[in-house]
């Protein structure tokens, strides 16, 4: 919450756009002299970039920053050391890594010292990350390089442009009246006159976890509304075909009441083929939900999570669709006259 997301571009609705004028590192150092309530600075670009060490190849996250990300992002170096102040003046070649990396590069192995390529870049391994595991977005915190700002500027992006700028407030100190500072700071620096638009953002983590909020509850909503369509499609489509069995059965059912069944007996049997119908398509969808799951998470990279209640839970649904819309088919089938029943052609 004492985090502040400063990045270029205008918040736009619908149809509308903008280009965007990237930062540059001195915008950051220009936060970190004038806004008194700053407890640090980060300057910050990344891409996704393959790693490779040996024939082992791994897609990570690789951000080039300066020793003040890991105050603000709140990470401490578990193993070997931090930037040097020369390192990141002169752009060496040398980057700190997650767990993630470590282990899907190293195995076992140890990682201080060795040099992993990046692109154009081969740099050498000064630091391991401590574990922090998942953010609030299910994302791998510990799936990360980073590298001097300075040499991801000039080996992998090309240019000088910073892409985001990370804030961290002093505890105690108003995110609001920094927001305004920050804001007023920024026009300052971009030469924007009263007239104009914000053609940058600053934003705090709870507004964007209010936004994240928004979406999810939005997604939620929709694929609920899709559910409940296919649910009352496939509820049809099961009254239908049950009405067709009833009406090519029509003598069977004759028969049954003829020699003494009972109608509920009868209404039992139609209920239980119409949950057996119904529960044999809710074990193919809880298959295939669960094969493009386990797919999904290998292709995002996060951690596939086997839920038992919901699978039970998904199944009984399905079933109770198979009682909801049978019973209706099941009821005339057990209402039949059994003379009318056994006189049917």
């Not at 619908?14 to 806004?35: L, R, T």
């Not at 953002?201 to 909020?213: G, Q």
């Amino acid at each position: 919450s004492n985090v502040l997301m400063v990045s270029p571009g205008k918040r736009l609705g619908p149809g509308q756009s903008s280009g965007n004028v990237p930062f540059k590192q001195a915008d950051a150092e220009a936060i970190a002299k004038s806004i008194s309530s700053v407890r640090a600075v980060a300057p910050v670009s990344s891409q996704s970039i393959n790693a490779i060490f040996g024939n082992q190849n791994w897609s990570t996250q690789v951000t080039g920053s300066d020793h003040q990300y890991f105050t603000v992002t709140n990470r401490s170096i578990g193993a070997g050391r931090p930037f040097s102040e020369s390192e990141l003046r002169a752009g060496a070649a040398v980057c700190i890594v997650g767990e993630t990396v470590r282990k899907k590069l190293f195995g076992g192995q140890e990682a201080l010292g060795e040099k992993i390529r990046l692109q154009k870049l081969s740099c050498e391994i000064i630091g391991i990350l401590d574990g922090k595991g998942q953010n609030a977005m299910g994302m791998d915190q510990d799936d990360i390089v980073v590298i001097p700002l300075s040499a991801y500027q000039r080996r992998i992006a090309g240019n000088q442009d910073v892409a985001l700028i990370q804030v961290s407030i002093q505890q105690g100190a108003s995110t609001e009246k920094a927001q305004r500072d920050i804001g007023q700071l920024m026009r300052e620096r971009r030469h924007l006159s009263p007239s104009d638009d914000d053609n940058f953002n600053v934003m705090d983590m709870k507004e964007i976890a209010k936004m994240l909020t928004g979406t999810t509850q939005l997604l939620t909503a929709l694929l609920s509304a899709v559910a409940a369509v296919s649910l009352l499609v496939g509820g049809i489509g099961i009254m239908n075909i049950m009405l067709v069995s009833v009406t090519e059965r029509t003598r069977e059912i004759g028969v049954r009441l003829a020699i003494g069944a009972l109608e509920r007996e009868v209404l039992m049997q139609f209920l239980v083929e119409a949950v057996v119908l119904s529960s044999f398509g809710g074990l193919i969808g809880i298959v295939l939900a669960l094969a493009g799951s386990l797919w999904l998470a290998g292709f995002l990279r996060v951690p596939f999570i086997f839920n038992v209640g919901i699978v039970i839970t998904a199944f009984l649904f399905s079933a109770a669709v198979g009682v909801i819309f049978g019973y209706v088919p099941a009821l005339k089938a057990a209402r039949l006259d059994p003379i009318e029943a056994l006189r049917y052609e």
